[in-house]
């Protein structure tokens, strides 16, 4: 019985009793639908930081009370974090700003001449830091099955050079929300020697990450995308690398000892450790809400909660279905299991335009564009038609470029069902009937204007 309830309701966030404005006056309960980008907090996470506030204070070192008890927590919220994500004896939990700044710290601490495999289908903060690091990288084709994906990995990995070499993959695409053959690609990868880090930013929120089941060997997410705010990140995993290589940020913290030589220069000795790349003072409160959030859904269980999130996918993918009008942009075919991330375009319409109705006719929040994933949504949308509009305008300063983007709905554990039904039925109203108001071009968005449409 508890686990039906469970299933059935969503668990209480900060937010969930905003009102907002639409463009005829009225006010109605905010419909957020855009949890890919950044989810809203959960309630127990926000209560847990309020009563930790009173007692903030400087993390290690300091000989207060309040001191210590702070560098307990966010040592405790770093085991917390490593239990959440069940990793291996000897692996390292750092604590960073985000899923972006994990992965650009891996990139900093693999050794020289390693060779990145990454699919073209990644997000930017799993596509870029490679080549930014300036490793040498290989960008994989987008593939269009979960077994294709696997014999790409394997075709490339037999024809690399000798030498280290790292797959960054992610778990759950967030344009299409599709979930990757992760396990599948780690065995390709380390039967060829490679190594894996799993960018589980879309992946955590929704599915629980076994470390040791998988058998990757980093894991990346970040807090404000599994229900925590307050900007810090985790990289999880292996320490050799990290333990090896230059910290990070160079600071206090980062060091054991700082002498000054005879010859006038300063010899550094730094720890190993996650504190190597921890320099300066510590995000307490970041690190203790994640670590608030992953005790959150280990509690709430994520058995009921993917089957509660599997109906909200397959109320939204049916009711999109029946509307002609849509497409749904798929890598690996329909059907395919996804999260609940889910991106479309509607015939006849431009995206920011059929966004910012959504926005001011119904409240509802979702996003538009190319989700900073720009070759896989280019991919996906291919020669589609897109129709002009003021609103999402290409940018003038690239020749030739066209408006392309499309419209990404995502949702997850705090997403209550009027929320999936209130955006099915704006979305058939919108295609069947048209916008009620006109809209402009203001600031590169679209927005609602005073005189109505007609």
Not at 161 to 170: A, F, I, N, S
Not at 185 to 194: F, K, N, Y
Request: aromatic letters at 8%.
């Amino acid at each position: 019985m508890s686990l039906v309830t469970e299933v059935l309701s969503p668990l209480p966030v900060l937010g969930a009793d905003v009102q907002v404005p639409l463009a005829s006056g009225e006010k109605v309960g905010y419909a957020a639908l855009d949890y890919a980008a950044s989810s809203p907090a959960l309630q127990r996470v926000w209560d847990d930081v309020a009563a930790y506030a009173p007692y903030y204070g400087s993390v290690h070192r300091g000989a207060g009370y309040l001191s210590q008890l702070s560098t307990d927590l966010f040592e405790q919220s770093r085991r917390t974090v490593g239990e959440f994500l069940d990793l291996r004896e000897g692996d390292q939990v750092v604590f960073t700003r985000a899923t972006t700044d994990s992965l650009n710290l891996l990139a900093a601490a693999v050794p020289a001449g390693t060779r990145v495999f990454a699919f073209e289908t990644e997000h930017h903060a799993s596509l870029l830091p490679w080549a930014h690091a300036g490793l040498d990288v290989s960008y994989l084709r987008a593939p269009r099955s979960r077994a294709e994906a696997v014999a790409a990995l394997d075709a490339a990995l037999a024809g690399a050079p000798e030498g280290p070499k790292l797959l960054c993959v992610t778990g759950a695409s967030n344009v299409t929300g599709e979930l990757w053959p992760v396990a599948e690609l780690t065995e390709t990868a380390h039967r060829h020697g490679a190594r894996v880090v799993l960018d589980a930013a879309q992946l955590a929120p929704h599915h629980r990450v076994s470390v040791r089941e998988l058998d990757v060997d980093w894991v990346a997410f970040s807090g404000h995308k599994i229900y925590a705010p307050f900007g810090a990140g985790v990289l999880a995993g292996r320490a050799d690398w990290l333990d090896g290589a230059e910290p990070y940020l160079a600071g206090g913290g980062a060091t054991r000892t700082v002498a000054r030589e005879a010859d006038g220069s300063v010899a550094v000795q730094w720890h190993t450790g996650p504190a190597r790349h921890e320099a300066g003072s510590p995000n307490v409160i970041g690190a203790y809400a994640i670590a608030s959030a992953c005790r959150a859904l280990t509690e709430a269980g994520f058995d009921a909660l993917e089957a509660r999130e599997q109906q909200l996918i397959t109320r939204l993918t049916a009711g999109l279905a029946a509307i002609p009008q849509v497409k749904v942009l798929n890598l690996f075919g329909e059907g395919s299991a996804r999260v609940g991330v889910l991106s479309f375009v509607v015939r006849g319409w431009n995206s920011s335009h059929f966004s910012a109705a959504l926005s001011a006719e119904y409240g509802i929040g979702v996003r538009d564009g190319l989700f900073c994933a720009h070759p896989l949504v280019r991919t996906l949308l291919g020669d589609e038609d897109v129709a002009p509009s003021e609103c999402g305008a290409p940018d003038p300063s690239l020749p030739g470029e066209r408006s392309l983007n499309a419209i990404r709905v995502s949702f997850g554990a705090g997403t209550p069902d009027e929320h999936v039904d209130r955006f099915l039925t704006a979305v058939r109203e919108l295609v069947t009937d048209g916008a009620a108001w006109n809209y402009r071009n203001e600031g590169g968005r679209c927005v609602a204007d005073t005189q109505r449409e007609g």
